[in-house]
């Protein structure tokens, strides 16, 4: 999937744009993660509810962000996809003052609801925004890049936000949040521009630039030709699936450690700080080692050693065990993980990148609730050993719809370069 575009043609990928679009990424995700592993914390503990009301509060952000982000995408795709990402980022802190102020129950609710719309709506935003600003083969690599900060953000934003702000006790870190996001908000209006005003050199020389279309597509309109694109479908599956993966490992591993081990919880802990550990090492390492290998070599040798690792993990006995593969698990996500973002990229095109984009992230929402939700009862009833080995074969289906959405998006790059090449002659 090497970019159509020539080299004098591609846009500069070293800008003030693209740096500004990851800052915002990095600080997007660290006022998430300074406030999301509280949330229960403060809903039961300062609020004083109970915590079956605090988790459904918790709950309804992913599953509003699955249901609705993809109207979301729409929306910026009709309005701009920069002022969308502004709106978003702006609703998203109207949001935080809101949880921070409000006492009804009632209220917090819709709140939730609307802010995993505004999340969904800032990722897709963010993810298109950047799409549409370099060249397609390198659009993967940028994506990856978004990842990268996200877990960047994972590992400072807790810290930060227990040390200098009390989380989970007091209401202070919602209003820095929502303080980070307005200015965000500012700096991306002020400085951001829309990718068509900046790149209209896209256009072969001598070529006339396309007009834009006399009615823009209704909602229905778009709805119905992502409903017919094979390959988005396929990466939609195989992120579900994967999402899954990734959700009940974080939703269980804590709960087999205190089953098996005395000091269950504390292992806990620096497993997570393993796996964060691997992720921020070794994501810059790999990506540029696996940049030129191709897909179907790096995606299915990943995911692999990844469910291996989930495997022995289940399979150990000792604490020494799950490290070590909770370690093959990590170096597993990182490899998987830069050609993955390869296909995210490649399925969501440069038309109405923000909904495609949104349709995909909707399949990670999803795959978190589902895993954050059906896993934990299963720890009850299943064995480590049976839970991982059922884990593994989840990962194995998301390599083969991967690699379906793949194959299908070579298919249409090749049709699409002899298309060019006749329409040349």
Same mark, same amino acid.
């Given at each position: 999937?090497?970019?159509?575009? !020539?080299?004098e043609q591609?846009?500069?990928v070293?800008?003030?744009?693209?740096?500004?679009?990851l800052?915002? *990424?990095?600080?997007?995700s660290?006022?998430?993660?300074?406030? /999301?592993?509280? @949330?229960v914390?403060?809903?039961h503990?300062?609020?004083?509810?109970?915590m079956? =009301?605090?988790?459904?509060?918790?709950?309804?952000? &992913?599953?509003?962000?699955?249901l609705?982000g993809?109207?979301?995408?729409?929306?910026?795709?009709? +309005?701009?996809?920069?002022?969308?990402?502004?709106?978003?980022?702006?609703?998203t802190?109207?949001?935080f003052?809101?949880?921070?102020?409000?006492?009804?129950?009632?209220?917090?609710?819709g709140?939730s609801?609307?802010?995993?719309?505004a999340?969904?709506?800032?990722?897709?935003?963010? =993810?298109?925004?950047?799409?549409?600003?370099?060249?397609?083969?390198?659009?993967?690599?940028? /994506?990856?890049?978004?990842?990268?900060?996200?877990?960047?953000?994972?590992?400072?934003?807790?810290?930060?936000?227990?040390i200098? @702000?009390?989380?989970?006790?007091?209401?202070?870190?919602?209003?820095?949040?929502?303080? %980070?996001?307005?200015?965000l908000?500012i700096?991306? $209006?002020?400085?951001?521009?829309?990718?068509q005003?900046?790149?209209p050199?896209?256009?072969?020389?001598?070529?006339?630039? =396309?007009?834009? &279309?006399?009615?823009?597509?209704? @909602?229905?309109d778009?709805?119905?030709?992502?409903?017919?694109?094979?390959?988005?479908? $396929?990466t939609?599956?195989?992120?579900?699936?994967?999402?899954?993966?990734?959700?009940?490992?974080?939703?269980?591993?804590?709960?087999?450690?205190?089953?098996?081990?005395r000091?269950?919880? /504390?292992?806990?802990?620096?497993?997570n700080?393993? +796996?964060?550990l #691997?992720?921020?090492?070794c994501?810059?390492?790999? =990506?540029r080692f696996?940049?030129k290998?191709?897909v179907?070599?790096?995606?299915?040798?990943?995911?692999?050693?990844?469910g291996?690792?989930?495997?022995?993990?289940?399979?150990?006995?000792?604490?020494i065990?799950?490290?070590?593969?909770?370690?093959?698990?990590? +170096?597993?996500?990182?490899?998987?993980?830069?050609?993955?973002?390869?296909?995210? !990229?490649?399925?969501?095109?440069?038309?109405?990148?923000?909904?495609r984009?949104?349709?995909?992230? *909707?399949?990670? @929402?999803?795959?978190?609730? #589902?895993g954050y939700t059906?896993s934990?009862?299963?720890v009850?009833?299943?064995s480590?050993e049976?839970?991982? %080995?059922?884990?593994?074969? +989840?990962v194995?289906?998301?390599m083969?719809?991967? %690699?379906?959405?793949?194959?299908?998006?070579?298919?249409?790059?090749?049709?699409?370069?002899?298309?060019?090449?006749?329409g040349?002659?």
């Amino acid at each position: 999937m090497e970019s159509a575009l !020539a080299p004098e043609q591609r846009p500069n990928v070293l800008n003030v744009s693209l740096v500004i679009l990851l800052g915002a *990424s990095f600080f997007g995700s660290l006022t998430t993660y300074m406030s /999301q592993p509280f @949330f229960v914390l403060y809903y039961h503990h300062a609020l004083a509810l109970p915590m079956a =009301q605090a988790g459904l509060l918790v709950g309804l952000t &992913p599953l509003s962000a699955a249901l609705f982000g993809v109207i979301g995408g729409y929306v910026s795709d009709r +309005i701009g996809i920069r002022r969308g990402y502004v709106l978003a980022l702006a609703v998203t802190a109207v949001c935080f003052i809101g949880l921070a102020s409000l006492r009804l129950y009632v209220l917090l609710l819709g709140v939730s609801v609307v802010m995993g719309l505004a999340n969904a709506t800032m990722r897709s935003g963010v =993810q298109a925004l950047i799409n549409t600003r370099v060249p397609k083969s390198e659009a993967g690599r940028y /994506q990856t890049y978004l990842y990268w900060l996200n877990n960047l953000g994972i590992v400072i934003g807790p810290t930060v936000a227990t040390i200098l @702000f009390s989380a989970g006790k007091k209401p202070t870190v919602f209003y820095i949040a929502a303080g %980070l996001l307005l200015l965000l908000a500012i700096v991306i $209006w002020s400085v951001v521009r829309d990718a068509q005003a900046e790149t209209p050199a896209a256009t072969a020389p001598g070529e006339k630039p =396309q007009e834009p &279309p006399s009615k823009r597509p209704t @909602f229905l309109d778009v709805m119905k030709c992502l409903g017919t694109d094979r390959a988005l479908w $396929w990466t939609f599956i195989a992120l579900l699936c994967f999402i899954v993966v990734e959700s009940q490992l974080t939703s269980t591993l804590g709960l087999y450690l205190a089953s098996k081990f005395r000091h269950g919880t /504390q292992y806990y802990g620096l497993l997570n700080t393993e +796996i964060a550990l #691997i992720v921020l090492l070794c994501t810059p390492l790999v =990506q540029r080692f696996a940049k030129k290998l191709p897909v179907t070599k790096v995606l299915p040798t990943g995911l692999v050693v990844l469910g291996l690792g989930l495997a022995l993990s289940g399979f150990s006995t000792q604490p020494i065990g799950w490290f070590i593969g909770i370690f093959f698990y990590g +170096i597993g996500e990182v490899l998987a993980i830069t050609k993955v973002n390869e296909i995210m !990229a490649g399925a969501a095109g440069r038309g109405n990148p923000a909904t495609r984009f949104a349709s995909l992230n *909707s399949a990670m @929402f999803l795959g978190m609730f #589902i895993g954050y939700t059906l896993s934990t009862p299963l720890v009850s009833v299943l064995s480590s050993e049976v839970f991982y %080995l059922g884990t593994f074969i +989840i990962v194995i289906c998301a390599m083969l719809a991967f %690699l379906k959405a793949y194959h299908l998006l070579r298919e249409t790059s090749v049709s699409e370069s002899k298309n060019e090449a006749t329409g040349a002659m």
